[in-house]
């Protein structure tokens, strides 16, 4: 079984600033990970994905998130937020051995970018 | 290349009736998913189609259920509708039953009243 807890249901940071959403997982078999972002009235997009390569994942839009076995932890960073950032983003997990379409979320963080 | 679409995209219907959400998968995608998105949480796995027959499926009613078309489409019928089915319905498409990539449809958004 696999579980994803996202640690701050809000994150609110000024243009420019550093980005960090943070995602702790629980699976019972190696991982395969993944960030999603979800803008108003649409369908999730993927952002990035881990799945056992490097443990730095660089995505689209300048995020990258590193996977830490150790902590059980796939947090999201973008060095400098803009104010196109502001969306809701996912954390979601799978077993290694089951299809991409059978993850589990997050309930979400939702990031506000102040000017 | 169209990626995946869903219809329609906003559903409004009475308690105790019956809906179909449709959704045609990305142009070459085989396996298609269904996701309920309630109000302010994350995604909750519904089933998972391919090769027309359901091959996983998550903690709901007999009430969801699914069929996969020859073509690869889909369709999610709900039946006898509470209150509580009230959400977004994501579909998710990917490449194969064991592709790490899904993408995701810009959802069916259903209101029950």
């Known amino acids: 079984a696999q579980s994803v807890t996202q640690l701050g249901s809000h994150v609110s940071v000024s243009e420019g600033a550093l980005v960090l959403l943070r995602c702790n997982y629980s699976s019972s078999v190696p991982p395969y990970l993944f960030w999603y972002v979800q803008y108003p009235n649409q369908g999730l997009q993927l952002l990035l994905k881990?799945?056992?390569?490097?443990?730095l994942v660089k995505g689209i839009n300048g995020f990258e998130a590193e996977f830490k076995k150790s902590e059980t932890s796939f947090h999201l960073t973008k060095p400098s937020a803009h104010m196109s950032d502001a969306a809701e983003y996912f954390c979601a997990v799978k077993g290694s051995n089951t299809n991409a379409g059978k993850s589990t979320f997050g309930d979400g963080t939702t990031l506000t970018v102040k000017p | 290349d169209a990626g995946v679409t869903q219809s329609p995209t906003h559903l409004i219907k009475t308690r105790g009736q019956q809906v179909t959400l449709r959704c045609s998968p990305k142009s070459g995608h085989d396996t298609v998913s269904w996701y309920q998105q309630a109000l302010g949480q994350g995604p909750q796995f519904i089933f998972q189609y391919y090769e027309e027959e359901e091959r996983q499926r998550g903690n709901f009613p007999d009430r969801f259920s699914g069929h996969q078309f020859p073509n690869y489409s889909s369709e999610l019928n709900v039946n006898a509708l509470l209150l509580g089915d009230s959400a977004l319905y994501l579909c998710?498409?990917?490449?194969?039953?064991?592709?790490?990539?899904?993408?995701f449809g810009q959802g069916t958004r259903l209101t029950v009243v």
């Open positions: 881990y799945t056992s390569a490097a443990t």
């Open positions: 998710a498409s990917s490449p194969g039953p064991r592709n790490t990539e899904a993408f």
